[in-house]
Each structure stands twice: as structure tokens, then as C-alpha cells.
């Protein structure tokens, strides 16, 4: 059974702490990306990832890193230097010049 | 600056009714736009994918148009019902880039019965 999975659905973080937001697939797709969602608004796009061992930043990498170790893994961590992390995340996949498939996303709050 | 724009505001429609949502673009050449479903808590589905060589494409009850000169889709759902009801996103590939996609900030349609 194909598909995206994120852990944990949701998370609570404490001021100055680092978490990490787990993604992995199974679809064999190369391409895998994070995205955060505020409330009302569209999808913005943290960092990205071609292929295994490289990754790009998107438009809004800082305070966060990713690591692409694995094809089917792409962790995000939210470091301390996020000032305003609490927000719906959400990890996607796809092969070249297509659709992304998402995951059920993660809902971040800070404490 | 690039810009995409959908829909601010929520669209009601009644149930049976076309419902009629609009993206438009600033500032970007995109080779393909996307349409996504996302319902609350959820993430974003895909629905349908048109190039810029494509005019128009069909699946089922949904149609998507693409205009590259006036720099706007329009997606439609035809016979509407309440399960239509969610957050329907747009976004752009952009062109010469990786498989980035640019989203639009989505429209909410409420389908009443």
C-alpha cells in the first residue's frame, strides 16, 4: 500500500527547543519537499530535496533543516532560531515534472 | 514581484450548480498548472494537471481551462455537491526551475444542499 506517512500528527514544543518532524514514503518518487501552512493561507515551501544527499532551500528555509539521507526519508527540524513555528506542516513527493502526493500533515505548536 | 491569486473570498453555491474558481498569475511563465483539494487538517489532494500547450482538460465532473495570454485558470465543477465542499489550491510549475510549485492561497467552496 503506496503512499506518504508524517509523524506525529500532533506536536508541542517548548520556547529554545529543537524538534524534528518525521516524512518517508514508498512510492520510489526521487523528489520530496516540505511545506508549512498558516491558517488562511497557501503553501509555502521550506526546502526541497531532487535526489538523496542534496536538498535546496525554498523560500522560507531559515530557522529549519532538513536531511535526505534515504530516498524514502526527509526529516525536517525545527531549530530554536524558528521565531514563529507554530503552523500546519505538511511533507510531499513526486517524480520529475508532476503531481506531489502530501502526507496528513503535522500540526506544530509552540508552548 | 510574482504573484499568484485565487478567490479571497468563500464561494457558496447551491447544490447542482457549476461551481466556477479562478487563478490568476503575474510575472511567471509556468510550462503547467495544478489543481489540488485540501479539506480541513488535511493535506492537499491532487485533481488535475494542464500544460501551457493544453486549452482545456476533463476528468469526470471537473474541467480546467488555461489561458497564457490573459494569465488565468479557471476550474469547474460541474452538477456541485455538498462533498465538494473543501479548499481548492492552485499552483504553477516554474518554468527552467526544478519541480518546485508555486501555490496560489486557495479558495474555500461551500456547496449548500
Known amino acids: 500500500d503506496g503512499g506518504i506517512t508524517q509523524s506525529p500528527k500532533y506536536l508541542f514544543r517548548k520556547e529554545g527547543q529543537n524538534v524534528t518532524l518525521s516524512c518517508e514514503q514508498n512510492l520510489n518518487h526521487d523528489a520530496m519537499y516540505w511545506y508549512r501552512q498558516d491558517p488562511g493561507q497557501g503553501l509555502r515551501l521550506i526546502y526541497y530535496?531532487?535526489?538523496?544527499?542534496?536538498?535546496q532551500k525554498g523560500d522560507i528555509a531559515e530557522g529549519y533543516s532538513v536531511s535526505r539521507e534515504k530516498k524514502e526519508s526527509f526529516p525536517l527540524t525545527v531549530t530554536s532560531a524558528q521565531k514563529n513555528p507554530t503552523a500546519f506542516y505538511l511533507c510531499?513527493?513526486?517524480?520529475?515534472?508532476?503531481?506531489?502526493?502530501f502526507g496528513p500533515g503535522t500540526r506544530l505548536t509552540v508552548l | 514581484s510574482q504573484k499568484i491569486e485565487q478567490n479571497s473570498e468563500a464561494l457558496n453555491i447551491q447544490e447542482g450548480k457549476t461551481a466556477t474558481l479562478t487563478c490568476n498569475y503575474t510575472?511567471?511563465?509556468?510550462?503547467?498548472l495544478q489543481w489540488y483539494r485540501q479539506d480541513p487538517g488535511r493535506g492537499p489532494v491532487f485533481l488535475l494537471l494542464?500544460?501551457?500547450?493544453?486549452k482545456e482538460k476533463r476528468k469526470e465532473r471537473l474541467k480546467v481551462t488555461f489561458d497564457t495570454t490573459l494569465k488565468q485558470s479557471l476550474f469547474h465543477i460541474t452538477a456541485s455537491q455538498p462533498a465538494d465542499s473543501a479548499t481548492y489550491l492552485c499552483a504553477l510549475d516554474i518554468r527552467g526551475a526544478t519541480n518546485k510549485l508555486i501555490f496560489g492561497t486557495g479558495t474555500l467552496l461551500a456547496v449548500q444542499p
Open positions: 530535496s531532487q535526489i538523496v544527499n542534496d536538498f
Open positions: 494542464i500544460r501551457e500547450n493544453e
Open positions: 510575472n511567471y511563465s509556468p510550462a503547467y
Open positions: 510531499a513527493s513526486s517524480i520529475a515534472r508532476a503531481e506531489q502526493f
